[in-house]
């Protein structure tokens, strides 16, 4: 149990372009969602909290009207790279927590975005 | 602030060669301690969460403890297949399910033959 989907695996865009990563929890209900952004052999930076239905709360730092995050519904988040440059590209990974506060995150398989 | 930090860096150890890693946090009121396993290219694999001090889990080869200051993964008799990073991370009270983690920088875990 407690499989989360993230979609594309990988993907290559032009500068300037706006890319969509998708992350679905499969078989709970993920009350919030956390998006982060993993460079070459560094841990992990938290970019933006989403909760289905409100606005994501954005860490400091990461620009909102770049990275674009909606949480539609309790199995589904988007975070959208709006006019990528090539210092976007990056690994991004998608996680989800289920609806009890003590639950552990489960993360997506991450989407590896290089802009050319 | 709370913060985590996990030594060793980069751990290489022959197959069977069992060792520790550690992980030494500060939190202002502990919810839970998290341990994660990461291959490259991959995200997170959720291991144990460990929620007060005394508390141990185990999973195969690993196995995890708490103290009020640290916690440890212990790895006994490790394979090749157990080669990855191994990440920490501590969530504090409050916040409710938007509460975050803060993560560690991870151990380097390399098994040869």
């Known amino acids: 149990g407690a499989v989360v989907s993230q979609h594309p695996s990988w993907v290559i865009c032009k500068s300037g372009t706006s890319v969509k990563i998708e992350c679905r929890s499969l078989d709970f209900q993920a009350t919030t969602m956390f998006w982060y952004r993993q460079f070459p052999k560094q841990s992990l930076m938290l970019m933006a909290t989403?909760?289905?239905?409100?606005?994501?709360?954005?860490e400091q730092g990461v620009e909102k009207d770049k990275f674009l995050i909606n949480h539609a519904s309790l199995t589904l988040s988007t975070l959208t790279v709006t006019s990528a440059h090539p210092e976007d590209s990056s690994f991004y990974i998608c996680?989800?927590?289920?609806?009890?506060?003590?639950?552990?995150?489960?993360f997506g398989n991450g989407t590896r975005l290089t802009v050319t | 602030e709370d913060q985590v930090t996990q030594s060793p860096e980069a751990l290489r150890l022959q197959e069977g060669e069992s060792s520790s890693l550690n992980c030494s946090y500060t939190v202002s009121g502990l919810r839970g301690l998290f341990w994660y396993r990461q291959d490259p290219g991959k995200g997170p694999e959720f291991l144990f969460t460990l929620y007060s001090a005394g508390e141990e889990k185990e999973k195969e080869r690993l196995k995890a403890t708490l103290t009020k200051k640290e916690s440890f993964l212990h790895i006994t008799a490790p394979k090749p297949e157990d080669s990855a990073t191994y990440l920490c991370?501590?969530?504090?009270?409050?916040?409710?399910?938007?509460?975050?983690?803060?993560f560690g920088t991870g151990t380097r875990l390399q098994v040869t033959l």
């Open positions: 996680s989800a927590r289920g609806q009890l506060v003590w639950s552990p995150l489960h």
């Open positions: 991370a501590v969530q504090a009270r409050g916040g409710g399910t938007a509460s975050k983690l803060t």
């Open positions: 989403s909760n289905e239905g409100s606005k994501a709360t954005y």
